[in-house]
């Protein structure tokens, strides 16, 4: 069973986090990463919900939003900590404020219907619980996303 809703995670996501991975592989700050990893996830929930609902429904039996996202969000806020820019006692801590908190406002998108700059919003409270002054916070939450090589419905 393991490995069959592990199948199905990498199926769901493979193609969306690789292009969200090159993406943010052009980007050199930790807390620019993180923000935007964050925001495309919440966008494509939006505007497309039932790979939002997948990945609430796969989330909740497993690792939050599938190994690789995971593992990928952990290694971003270890590179956060090694840049001296998110203040944490751990990188486990830290992914699990960037991806449980991603989870929780995706759910609320899934059911509610938030603010057009709701992931922004989200995006600021995390980098604020990864140890990030506010101002750079605002300004990292807000910037523009990196262009992302898949075929998403953004409804821009």
């Known amino acids: 069973m393991v490995e069959l809703r592990e199948a199905m995670t990498h199926e769901v996501t493979h193609d969306f986090l690789k292009a969200v991975t090159e993406a943010l592989n052009r980007v050199p700050d930790a807390r620019q990463r993180a923000a935007a990893g964050l925001r495309f996830y919440l966008r494509r929930g939006r505007y497309d919900r039932r790979w939002g609902w997948s990945m609430l429904n796969m989330s909740a039996s497993g690792l939050v939003f599938g190994s690789e996202t995971y593992r ?3 290694g971003t806020v270890a590179r956060g900590i090694k840049e001296g820019v998110f203040l944490l ?3 486990e801590v830290g992914r699990d404020v960037l991806l449980g908190t991603t989870l929780a406002a995706m759910s609320s998108m899934m059911r509610d219907n938030p603010p057009e700059d709701y992931p922004e919003n989200i995006a600021y409270f995390v980098l604020r619980g990864l140890g990030v002054a506010e101002d750079d916070a605002y300004r990292f939450a807000h910037m523009p ?5 898949i075929e998403v419905q ?3």
């Open 145 to 149: 996303l990196p262009p992302i090589r």
């Open 154 to 156: 953004w409804g821009d």
């Open 89 to 91: 006692p751990s990188s």
């Open 72 to 74: 990928r969000a952990q």
